[in-house]
């Protein structure tokens, strides 16, 4: 049985968190920067984040509602990881800041991959729905550093 209520409460996180993309969005700067040939269409990354939202607010009530003696601890390392996916759009697309984005996204990464580890502990079914996360996480890392060394002592192009 799943918490319906529940799951509201741990989707409207996730969305309240990922509202900071629609405020600090792509904009010319990020237009003008230099990104490998890797860099996804712009409409892809809206997509993602709804499912992975979805699938981190699924996950985090299986977890909630487990009753394991674990649920503290991956309940707080998932709050953790959303603070970091709260500060990463600003960071990155409002200061303009790769490099800095980029000491974001390493927390991002680490505290993603502890809260994979620690649902996939309390309830297997939990953790396999973080792990899309952990990838598009890992890619997101490479695809932010290589934007930084990039740009990184560059003139910004016109």
């Known amino acids: 049985m799943i918490d ?9 996180t996730t969305y309240a968190a990922g509202a900071t ?24 990354f809206p997509v993602a ?5 979805i699938c981190m607010a699924y996950a985090a009530t299986r977890v909630a509602i487990s009753g394991s003696p674990l649920l503290a601890y991956a309940l707080a390392i998932w709050g953790l990881q959303v603070a970091f996916n709260t500060l990463w759009s600003p960071v990155f697309f409002g ?20 809260m994979a580890v620690s649902f996939y502990q309390t309830d297997m079914f939990a953790g396999l729905l973080i792990a899309p996360y ?6 997101a890392w490479a695809l932010n550093f290589s934007i930084w060394r990039r740009n990184r002592g560059a003139a910004q192009p016109a």
Not at 95 to 111: D, E, K, N, Q, T
């Open 4 to 12: 319906w209520p529940l799951f509201g409460i741990f989707l409207a």
């Open 95 to 114: 200061l303009h800041r790769p490099g800095a984005a980029l000491v974001v996204l390493c927390g991002m990464w680490i505290s993603v991959l502890a």
């Open 134 to 139: 952990v990838v598009w996480t890992s890619y």
């Open 21 to 44: 993309g629609a405020f600090f969005s792509p904009d010319g700067w990020y237009d003008r920067i230099y990104k490998p040939k890797w860099t996804p269409p712009n409409w892809l």
């Open 49 to 53: 984040w709804f499912v992975l939202y």
